[in-house]
């Protein structure tokens, strides 16, 4: 049986780059829709160098319902996985309306057109943060979700979660999964694909690089008073490619209604251990000063993720001095690709 088409929104990102090579290589035909907001054209040009395929890419926002009617009209897409969205929660507080319009009306106008287009299968980009405060840190899918959210970037996301389930209300052949990512970090390992936001960075992995790079002169732990062994608050990090790999297993194991699954590694590390171990494989000491308390950070907070290793035959397989020895990987030959760059450019302007 043909696979079908899929479309992949926020395809040049982080998560949807990893995923978009993830899939070409698991035999997937695929197109690419971005505004590239957080991410760069070139990306494409390493997805080619990794896999040989080039897939059709649309610069296309997701605001914009005419042209993305027009993708959908050609397209023939049999599925939808749906990475793009604003994500910087800070951000989300001082512009929630910049956040509603582009996460909630960009997946309203996503999902009109996959209703007139009879495209009824959908893959949903949430986050551990629907979890919002909870008794138990231990973050399972049966939870109440919703609530005590400290921010609009996490309510967006309930919020979509909501409108997709109303949507698998209104026609049961609607297939919708719902993934809620834990704290994705690492690169491939080739160094062609990593985090690179457009932005002053605001999650920990891309400031340790920006310090790591010389960038930034220290990384301001957020608080080492919590109640933890270390202080410092915990996450259940996992490397991009196991979370890539987490949307194959997923496509495979679609079904009508709504499926929600945790993709996380149900272990967690501290601030400062990631800091330790980020120094010792980098044989250089970060830089780091203890900074008051983030307003809205949980103390703990990890994935069980049970769940998806029972249903989807998925469970993380890379460590966290894979993601480290994969960023510093990443680090060094982006270094070397905007060293040549400017190199490139000089020569042009000779
Ligand atoms: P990213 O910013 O690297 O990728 C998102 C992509 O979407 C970007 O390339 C951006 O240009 C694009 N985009 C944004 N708004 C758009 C619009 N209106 N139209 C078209 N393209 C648009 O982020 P990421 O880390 O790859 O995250 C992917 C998804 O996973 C996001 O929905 C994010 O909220 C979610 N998520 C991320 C994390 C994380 O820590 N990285 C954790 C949980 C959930
Ligand atoms: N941290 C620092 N200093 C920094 C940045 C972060 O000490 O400069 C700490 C935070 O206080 C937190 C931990 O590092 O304890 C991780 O912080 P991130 O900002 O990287 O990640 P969060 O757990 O706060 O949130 C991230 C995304 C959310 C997503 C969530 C779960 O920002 O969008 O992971 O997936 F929902």
């Known amino acids: 049986m043909s696979k079908g088409k899929i479309l992949v929104t926020g395809g040049t990102g982080y ?14 035909d695929l197109e690419i829709l971005d505004n590239l907001s957080n991410s760069k054209i070139d990306v494409l040009t390493r997805i080619d160098e990794l896999t040989g395929i080039s897939p059709k890419f649309h610069d296309i926002d997701l605001l914009d319902e005419a042209k993305l009617r027009k993708v959908f009209e050609k397209g ?5 996985i749906h990475f793009a969205g604003l994500k910087a929660v800070a951000e989300s507080i001082k512009e929630p309306l910049k956040y509603y319009e582009n996460n909630i009306t960009g997946t309203l106008n996503l999902l ?4 007139e287009f009879g495209v009824k299968r959908i893959i949903f980009s949430s986050s551990a943060t629907v ?3 909870q008794d138990n840190p231990c973050c399972v899918e049966t939870m109440e979700v919703g609530r005590k959210l400290t921010n609009p970037y996490g309510r967006t996301k309930y919020m979509i979660e909501e409108i997709l389930r109303d949507v698998a209300v209104m026609d049961p052949e609607f297939e919708v999964t719902i993934l809620r990512y834990f704290n994705p970090v690492g690169a491939h390992a080739s160094g062609l694909l990593g985090e690179d936001p457009n932005d002053i960075p605001n999650n920990l992995m891309p400031i340790i690089m920006r310090v790591a790079a010389g960038d930034i002169a220290e990384l301001s732990i ?6 933890t062994p270390d202080g410092t608050c ?3 990090y996992i490397h991009v490619v196991d979370l890539a790999k987490g949307h194959i297993a997923a496509l ?6 709504v499926q929600v699954y945790n993709l996380g590694s149900g272990s967690g590390v501290s601030v400062l251990e990631m800091v330790k171990v980020f120094s010792k494989a980098s044989e250089k000491p970060l830089p780091h000063k203890m900074v008051e308390r983030r307003p809205g950070d949980l103390a703990v907070t990890y994935a069980d993720p049970s769940k998806a290793e029972k249903e989807l035959g998925w469970k993380t397989e890379l460590t966290i001095d894979d993601m480290m020895r994969d960023t510093l990987n990443y680090l060094e030959k982006s270094a070397k690709r905007k060293k040549e760059d400017g190199k490139q450019s000089c020569k042009t302007l000779d």
């Open 76 to 80: 023939d897409f049999k599925t939808v």
């Open 252 to 257: 495979e194991k679609m079904k009508r209604g």
């Open 222 to 227: 957020y608080g080492n008073d919590y109640d």
């Open 15 to 28: 998560i949807g780059s990893h995923t978009v090579v993830e899939l070409i290589e698991a035999g997937y």
């Open 112 to 115: 009109k057109c996959m209703e």
């Open 234 to 236: 915990i996450r259940d």
């Open 131 to 133: 979890y919002g405060e």
